[in-house]
């Protein structure tokens, strides 16, 4: 397999950059869906899946919610390897079992998160730096998951089979934390001291963080095409 077809199920309500970043990471023919509004793959014939951030809660009752955790379960049985970003971890842990509940308080900016040494960060320091912007979390990991990255706040990271979550945003570039973090309704003070953090080094610290996505898609070239991953939703 020379270039893998993933399904990128976007949760980001229409969020423009959004898709332009995971574009820009993912070497991958990708097939976009907007899960927010419904639109669901019709079969599960792709070598993966990635999963992107939201503004939405996994625990709120909206049907497009429930649809997606369900149909991201039916994709783990059937042995498709999945990525979850932010929102996507969360969707990834709900699904396989997992338990999400609220912060007291939101998580944002670049932060320093230590790894266990998975494949997923072969390549990556321990700690290593990554933007943040999060207010629910994993607390409790699926039966059989492993964790394999946390910081101060919690689970980073997990993994489970062929499938992995990660809490922090990897894809970002800098103008997209900038304009997360000036939409967030909190005290000035801090935005402008998370602001202040979106520097150039910061940045470019972040960026060796871009490795996972080429550590998951390696895994998923190396892998034999799963049967089951080929039958009709």
Same mark, same amino acid.
């Given at each position: 397999?020379?270039?893998?077809?993933?399904?990128?199920?976007? +949760?980001?309500?229409?969020?423009?950059?959004?898709?332009?970043?995971?574009?820009?990471?993912?070497?991958?023919?990708?097939?976009? &869906?907007?899960?927010?509004?419904?639109?669901?793959?019709?079969?599960?014939?792709?070598?993966?899946?990635?999963?992107?951030?939201?503004?939405?809660?996994?625990?709120?009752?909206?049907?497009?919610?429930?649809?997606?955790?369900?149909?991201?379960?039916?994709?783990?049985?059937?042995?498709?390897?999945?990525?979850?970003?932010?929102?996507?971890?969360?969707?990834?842990?709900? +699904?396989?079992?997992?338990?999400?509940?609220?912060?007291?308080?939101?998580?944002?900016?670049?932060?320093?998160?230590?790894?266990?040494?998975?494949?997923?960060?072969?390549?990556?320091?321990?700690?290593?730096?990554? &933007?943040?912007?999060?207010?629910?979390?994993?607390?409790?990991?699926?039966?059989?998951?492993?964790?394999?990255?946390?910081?101060?706040?919690?689970?980073?990271?997990?993994?489970?089979?062929?499938?992995?979550?990660?809490?922090?945003?990897?894809?970002?570039?800098?103008?997209?934390?900038?304009?997360?973090?000036?939409?967030?309704?909190?005290?000035?003070?801090?935005?402008?001291?998370?602001?202040?953090?979106?520097?150039?080094?910061?940045?470019?610290?972040?960026?060796?963080?871009?490795?996972?996505?080429?550590?998951?898609?390696?895994?998923?070239?190396?892998?034999?095409?799963?049967?089951? +991953?080929?039958?009709?939703?």
């Amino acid at each position: 397999m020379s270039r893998p077809r993933l399904a990128l199920l976007d +949760a980001s309500h229409g969020t423009a950059h959004t898709r332009r970043n995971f574009r820009r990471e993912l070497d991958a023919d990708l097939v976009e &869906f907007d899960v927010t509004d419904g639109t669901r793959p019709p079969t599960f014939e792709y070598d993966g899946v990635v999963v992107t951030g939201s503004r939405s809660s996994v625990y709120w009752d909206e049907p497009w919610i429930d649809a997606l955790t369900d149909w991201v379960a039916d994709a783990t049985d059937r042995g498709v390897p999945v990525l979850g970003v932010c929102y996507g971890h969360q969707v990834l842990a709900e +699904a396989l079992g997992g338990r999400v509940e609220a912060m007291d308080d939101i998580e944002l900016g670049y932060r320093e998160v230590r790894h266990t040494g998975d494949q997923l960060f072969a390549g990556i320091d321990s700690p290593f730096l990554a &933007f943040e912007t999060h207010s629910d979390r994993v607390v409790d990991l699926p039966a059989g998951a492993t964790r394999i990255a946390e910081n101060d706040r919690g689970i980073q990271a997990f993994r489970h089979g062929d499938c992995w979550g990660v809490q922090f945003h990897p894809e970002y570039d800098q103008a997209s934390a900038e304009r997360i973090t000036r939409g967030k309704d909190l005290p000035a003070e801090r935005i402008e001291r998370v602001l202040d953090g979106i520097t150039d080094d910061n940045y470019a610290a972040a960026c060796r963080t871009k490795r996972l996505f080429d550590n998951f898609t390696a895994h998923v070239r190396r892998r034999e095409p799963s049967l089951s +991953a080929h039958q009709p939703f």
